[in-house]
């Protein structure tokens, strides 16, 4: 393998034996409850954070990693001849890629690559995932970085979600949606692109929306790349997710899932009960 050293942010939710396995570095984003500062995936679990959802009933807030924080991670690798790849969070929904750069910009080199994934949680740890495999190839830093950008562009990631509660507490649902959809137990499907979060559809109950998420990557099954789908739960929803997985294979034929366990940023935004995959497409 060329000599890169491939950077990722903990929104990514990539198993610590996977991070092993292809030695890729974590730049963890942080959960901040009050005045207390936990990192994500280093000192607290998603366990822990609903928990203390609960306790306080409050949400906590999240926060990028500063320019600083990047600084300290890159340079002993840029000293050390290594040309960095980061792909971080999607721009859209946090300051972490800028803050890279940001970074890259103080360490005055062009050894650091800044590649803003325009996605989160399944889809960017598949996007890391399939750029160490590029890495691995023994092709240019360039081509590493013009692949992994030809299927960036090209993706889909749909999810539910068993209430609202958390969407609303973070400012992503009004009050009015909230109410009147866990009243009438509606289920939005929330869909990421490179344009954006939005409501994709919406349906009478979460298996409904199950279902929705379902039918479409059986529409797109004969356009995805790798014959893979990367799929992931909050904690708590492990058997809802076999199911899904069950349900994707008797309709598709699809059988290749890279799972994850969604971390705590993307789980206080999503709240306990979340379900959702995402797949690149040709």
Wanted: charged letters at 25%.
């Amino acid at each position: 393998m060329n000599k890169i050293k491939i950077f990722s942010d903990s929104t990514c939710d990539l198993s610590e034996k996977e991070l092993k396995e292809m030695n890729i570095g974590i730049i963890p984003l942080s959960i901040v409850f009050d005045d207390k500062v936990y990192k994500e995936g280093v000192d607290i679990t998603p366990k822990e954070l609903f928990k203390k959802v609960k306790h306080l009933k409050m949400l906590p807030k999240t926060s990028a990693p500063s320019p600083q924080e990047f600084i300290d991670k890159f340079k002993v690798y840029v000293d050390d001849g290594y040309t960095i790849i980061f792909i971080g969070i999607s721009s859209l929904m946090s300051c972490t890629v800028a803050n890279a750069r940001i970074a890259a910009d103080e360490l005055g080199t062009d050894k650091v690559k800044v590649m803003d994934s325009l996605n989160f949680c399944v889809t960017l740890g598949g996007l890391v995932k399939k750029c160490y495999d590029f890495a691995s190839s023994e092709i240019s830093v360039a081509d590493v970085i013009s692949e992994t950008l030809k299927i960036r562009d090209n993706y889909k990631l749909f999810f539910t979600v068993n209430s609202l509660d958390y969407l609303h507490m973070g400012g992503r649902c009004s009050a009015t949606s909230m109410i009147f959809g866990n009243t009438l137990k509606i289920k939005p499907v929330i869909s990421m692109s490179t344009s954006g979060m939005d409501v994709f559809k919406k349906a009478l109950g979460k298996k409904k929306a199950i279902l929705l998420m379902i039918d479409q990557l059986n529409k797109d099954k004969d356009r995805i790349r790798y014959g893979e789908v990367h799929i992931g739960c909050t904690i708590g929803s492990e058997n809802e997710l076999h199911w899904v997985k069950k349900q994707i294979t008797k309709l598709t034929g699809i059988s290749k899932f890279s799972e994850y366990e969604i971390g705590c940023v993307i789980s206080s935004h999503c709240g306990e009960g979340t379900v959702g995959f995402g797949y690149f497409v040709n």
